[in-house]
């Protein structure tokens, strides 16, 4: 796989001034590797190639951080021309961490080449480096999508993701919306505590209701995926008998997310809409009744508050999965649990709910980690309140 570099590198020289009307304006003169700006566009938008085409690639990380500063910028350009003659022209190579840690983005490989590729670059730092150097320096390989050993899509497994520590810099590193993701964060608290406050009373009345008509405990725990594929117990008011099955639920899932489902909606019933399809179970015999009636209010829901306060959740994002519905995702599903944390309520909430399939819910999901602001989400928490009051959708 090794070709000559685009330019070699000098090693202790600077680099001649390119031009400033190219993409050369994107890359670090002295390193002559890409800017950290320029290389996260280009790891988002291999992603989302990968994505689409279903073809996984693969990211390298050579982290010199625990280098002497005093050695660094020699260690650098001996590093950086390294990647250049033992990596192809095609292979993106730029700052993932400026001065701490550069990123290879190989394009179009085989994955399966890693320990080749891993043996090829270490042994080429080892070369210019010297081993004691070299030994100090760490070299990771992260693949996107990492379906097959993502940890949380095994069944009993803990939390953990190849490609997370790429996904988290990357929120890291977006200055724009850092100030805009604490404010969330901030919200998100202020908001909680609110509004459990208002709460308190259902929080007296619904147990009350639910001990009166079935047995079992008042909440309802259940493991979900949220950001980056952390698990973690979501809650709820229990709305179904004690001892039911999942089967239903599992293979209802399953044919959503293939697009194989979709009941009539009895409620379209004589009016402009005969042909609209409502994609939620139906009828489902596991509900109670007061069940039925905390599904369609949405009352259900309530002691989320407590998963907004605890930081798994937030007031507005995507619904989390259950572990066995993201086995079933096609690779660009996997977006809406990697980009942004779960909320309470969100696009899909109001838009859309229970009448629109999957692959509609996903877009929305997604359009919606690539274009919130704190203002859009305080539009759609105004919103909630009265789509719950109308309960189009709740099943």
Known sequence: MSTSPVRRISVGRRQPKLPSDS??????????????????????????????????FLTML???G?????????VIQKVAGSLFANTRDTDIKGWFRYNTIIGVIFTETDVSQRDLIHQKVAEGITGLCGKETADGIGISFHIFPDVENADF?????????????????????????????????????????LFLLLAMPFFII???????????????????????????????????????????????????IRGSNGAPDDKGAGQDVPDKKVYKIKNDPRITPIGNFLRKSSLDELPQFINVLRGEMSFVGPRPPIPYEVKDYDIW????????????TGLW????????????????????????TLWMDLKLIVQTPFVMLRGRGAY
């Open 23 to 56: 993409i050369f304006c994107f890359i670090d003169r002295d390193s002559n590797l890409f800017m950290e700006s320029y290389f996260r566009e280009a790891i988002i938008l291999e992603r989302r190639r990968s994505a689409r085409s279903g073809k996984p």
């Open 62 to 64: 050579v982290d010199l």
């Open 153 to 193: 899509l095994k069944d009993g497994a803990e939390a953990g993701y190849s490609w997370e520590k790429i996904e988290s810099y990357l929120l890291e590193m977006n200055e724009r919306r850092r100030g805009a993701r604490i404010i969330k964060r901030v919200l998100d608290i202020v908001g909680g505590i």
């Open 333 to 344: 599903h996997l977006r809406r649990i990697l980009d942004v944390k779960p909320g309470l």
């Open 66 to 74: 625990k280098l002497s500063p005093s050695v660094k910028p020699d």
């Open 349 to 372: 909430q109001v838009k859309g709910r229970s009448s629109i399939g999957f692959d509609e819910m996903v877009r929305l999901d997604l359009q919606y980690a690539r274009t919130w």
């Open 206 to 256: 619904i147990p009350v209701l639910i001990k009166l008509t079935s047995k079992g405990p008042v909440i309802f725990k259940q493991e979900r995926i949220g950001l980056h594929g952390k698990r973690f117990t979501f809650l709820k008011f229990r709305s179904m008998r004690i001892g039911q099955s999942d089967a239903i639920h599992r293979a209802f899932v399953k044919d959503l």
